[in-house]
């Protein structure tokens, strides 16, 4: 029989580890401190609550980054995808899910599965030395005596930054006099987003109050964390420019307001949850405080009797400095008996912290039955993520990164008649190549044999 490995962690990273450890007949000990020990950010004590938006983002397998990482992580048998699939709402383009549905049906899959066994408990510091193999995936809320047990271990201080959380709001309290249903230029459904429309003088003043807005002020320990750039509270957003939200996640393009004038600007909403009931702000991850939430909220265009199911929030993100402490199969260099996963890594997104603890568990799972497994090619989008946050990033300026192309080593630029391959069709040359390249990959995972099909 072979060892127990240990999971730390009951995220979206340490239940897809810990169910593909279990696939290939390993068993697991996956420990989650809530409720024991609980977060600023989260409100339950599920494991794989997702803590912010319920979008998985785009599912575009041709065109989209993310799209591909979806389709790469089905075809290796992830639970965290075959569940999201299960329990989507409408959402355009994008793969988004009902929260709670989808937090109960992972957590059900990994209590009934004969090989994982969850204990609800903080494991404080450094594993026992008698854990032989452990996979540490804590996320960006990694407890204070974790964060100083890498501290330790690694030699690096670890870095940090906030992430904020944007408001759900009660479908039945939004005036459709003033809003409207509509997808932008009527993709999916077309209308899968509720928007809002701002004139321009609506939109000049709600920046302005955005600024001025009472917020959560931080401790002298924080004033110096910086913002990950791809969720900026939409405050600090205003304060980069009046113009900035028109452009960003308020621009009006590709929507048509059936009620009056074209808008300046736009609001939109996506639904929360499966019953159509809850619909959150997009893009409005915010620090305000929650009275200014309240008031300044509802002052946008048909949200002005808006009830919130949910109120913004900030929190504080860890993570390590990847290319610097871990090698290639996400094992620390210091003491390679320990492997990370998900957001602590230093990737960022719910599907990239999900990708790498999908790795992290088939990487620990091939070393634990004693085979080899290589990394899978730079060229798919598990393998450009992966090298990302074990090497691929610069180490003095190493920051968390969503999976985009960029990571990828780039396509000829022509094609066989010397023609310049540019716009869509490029971004499809990176698709077709990571489908043939994933591949062999796959057929490399070493056989399971207890293995099981994801369950939702």
């Known amino acids: 029989m072979t060892e127990t490995v240990h999971v730390i962690g009951g995220g979206l990273a340490g239940s897809e580890a810990a169910w593909q450890l279990a696939r290939a007949g390993i068993a697991v000990v996956l420990h989650e401190m809530r409720p024991i020990r609980t977060t600023p950010a989260h409100q339950t004590d599920g494991l794989a609550e997702l803590v912010c938006s319920n979008s998985l983002r785009s599912d575009d397998a041709e065109y989209n980054a993310v799209g591909l990482l979806h389709e790469e992580m089905r075809r290796s048998g992830s639970l965290i995808l075959t569940t999201a699939d299960a329990h989507k709402v409408p959402a355009g383009g994008a793969l988004a899910v009902d929260?709670?549905?989808?937090?109960?049906?992972?957590?059900?899959?990994?209590?009934?599965?004969?090989?994982?066994?969850?204990?609800?408990?903080?494991?404080?510091?450094?594993?026992?030395?008698?854990?032989?193999?452990?996979?540490?995936?804590?996320?960006?809320?990694?407890?204070?005596?974790?964060?100083?047990?890498?501290?330790?271990?690694?030699?690096?201080?670890?870095?940090?930054?906030?992430?904020?959380?944007?408001?759900?709001?009660?479908?039945?309290?939004?005036?459709?006099?003033?809003?409207?249903?509509?997808?932008?230029?009527?993709?999916?459904?077309?209308?899968d987003y509720i928007n809002c429309p701002l004139s321009r003088d609506q939109y000049y003043a709600f920046v302005d109050a955005l600024v001025s807005g009472d917020k959560v002020q931080f401790h002298d320990w924080e004033k110096d964390t910086p913002y990950f750039e791809g969720?900026?509270?939409?405050?600090?957003?205003?304060?980069?420019?009046?113009?900035?939200?028109?452009?960003?996640?308020?621009?009006?393009?590709?929507?048509?307001?059936?009620?009056?004038?074209?808008?300046?600007?736009?609001?939109?909403?996506?639904?929360?949850?499966?019953?159509?009931?809850?619909?959150?702000?997009?893009?409005?991850?915010?620090k305000l405080r929650h009275g200014e939430q309240t008031r300044i909220f509802r002052s946008i265009p048909g949200l002005e009797q808006a009830e919130f199911a949910r109120l913004g929030g900030l929190h504080r993100n860890t993570f390590v400095n990847g290319p610097r402490v871990l090698d290639a199969t996400l094992r620390l260099k210091a003491q390679p008996r320990l492997r990370l996963a998900g957001q602590v890594t230093g990737c960022e997104g719910?599907?990239?912290?999900?990708?790498?603890?999908?790795?992290?568990?088939?990487?620990?799972?091939?070393?634990?039955?004693?085979?080899?497994?290589?990394?899978?090619?730079?060229?798919?989008?598990?393998?450009?993520?992966?090298?990302?946050?074990?090497?691929?990033?610069?180490?003095?300026?190493?920051?968390?990164?969503?999976?985009?192309?960029?990571?990828?080593?780039?396509?000829?630029?022509?094609?066989?008649?010397?023609?310049?391959?540019k716009g869509r069709d490029r971004k499809k040359l990176y698709s077709m190549r990571a489908r043939e390249d994933l591949a062999p990959w796959l057929a490399s995972i070493p056989a399971a044999p207890n293995d099981r099909p994801a369950e939702a």
């Open 231 to 286: 969720c900026l509270p939409i405050e600090v957003m205003a304060e980069r420019g009046r113009e900035t939200l028109a452009f960003g996640p308020m621009k009006p393009v590709g929507l048509t307001d059936p009620n009056g004038p074209k808008p300046f600007a736009v609001v939109q909403l996506r639904q929360d949850n499966a019953l159509g009931t809850l619909y959150n702000l997009v893009g409005f991850q915010t």
């Open 350 to 421: 719910y599907v990239e912290s999900a990708a790498i603890g999908l790795l992290s568990g088939l990487f620990c799972a091939a070393e634990t039955l004693g085979r080899d497994l290589a990394p899978p090619a730079q060229t798919t989008a598990l393998g450009a993520l992966l090298a990302h946050v074990t090497g691929g990033g610069h180490a003095d300026t190493y920051q968390p990164m969503n999976i985009n192309f960029g990571l990828f080593p780039p396509p000829p630029e022509r094609d066989e008649k010397g023609k310049k391959i």
């Open 99 to 191: 929260r709670d549905g989808f937090s109960a049906a992972i957590q059900k899959a990994l209590e009934d599965h004969p090989l994982i066994t969850i204990r609800r408990e903080e494991v404080a510091g450094l594993p026992p030395e008698d854990w032989e193999r452990v996979i540490i995936a804590t996320g960006p809320l990694t407890s204070p005596a974790m964060a100083e047990a890498l501290k330790t271990v690694t030699g690096e201080d670890s870095l940090s930054f906030f992430d904020a959380i944007a408001p759900i709001v009660t479908k039945e309290s939004i005036d459709f006099s003033r809003a409207w249903f509509q997808s932008r230029y009527d993709k999916g459904t077309g209308s």
